[in-house]
């Protein structure tokens, strides 16, 4: 595989570039490729990769193929933390995932947020990857016992800022990641393991 710099060197035939460039945007509209209203499913790099309606397909024009084919152990090592802001339809997220202790992939698009969830979920890599809605994810690590045989935790408070709609989840020792779930600003919420968070409000 030719490497990135070669990749983006110019071409030596610039005519030839174009009449090829012509011919492959003729090729995407009789196969129906240029449409961004419909859903397709693709191979990138043997990888299946499901494009929904108004998600940019990363075969086309290729870029997306491309950026993704770039990530391997090389560029990833295996405690690195990636961040793919423009997630589309997560197609780097998930080859990122197969090396990176963890990938947040971002987008301003709901549909793309989606499709980037079903991506990773279809390519088992849901563990490694969370996919947000463009704000901005807050996360604290919480301690308790202090080397006592039992500790129990007080309430703790996360500045939302102007979030309409938080979610949060939580990390257990051991590992384990908890669903996101949805809830309200200003207000008290008990969280417990396998448990849907529930409200709170003093008697």
């Known amino acids: 595989m030719r490497s990135p710099r070669a990749v983006l060197r110019p ?4 005519f030839v570039a174009q009449f090829m460039g ?22 990138v790099q043997g990888v299946p990769i499901l ?5 940019f397909n990363p075969s086309v024009p290729r870029t997306g193929a491309f950026l993704a084919a770039q990530l391997d152990a090389r560029v990833v090592d295996a405690d690195a933390d990636v961040l793919d802001m423009g997630t589309g339809s997560g197609v780097c997220a998930v080859f990122a995932a197969r090396y990176a202790r963890r990938v947040v ?9 989606r499709c980037a969830g079903i ?3 279809l390519n088992h890599a849901e563990n490694r990857i969370e996919v947000r809605h463009g704000a901005a994810m ?3 690590e919480i301690t308790s016992g202090g080397g006592h045989a039992s500790g129990q935790l007080g309430w703790w408070h ?13 990390i257990w020792p051991g590992g384990a990641v908890g669903e996101w779930q949805a809830v ?8 417990e393991r396998d448990k849907p968070a529930r409200e709170w409000t003093p008697k």
Do not use: C, H, Q, W
């Open 138 to 140: 807050t996360r604290r």
């Open 11 to 14: 071409a030596r035939f610039p």
């Open 105 to 113: 992939a971002v987008d301003i698009n709901p549909a793309a947020v």
């Open 22 to 43: 012509k011919a492959m945007a003729l090729g995407y509209r009789l196969t129906g490729k240029d449409r961004y209203d419909d859903f397709r499913l693709e191979r």
């Open 158 to 170: 996360f500045g939302l800022g102007d979030a309409a709609k938080p979610e949060i989840r939580v």
């Open 51 to 55: 494009v929904t309606p108004s998600v």
């Open 184 to 191: 309200s600003g200003n207000a008290f919420y008990i969280v």
């Open 119 to 121: 991506n990773a979920r």
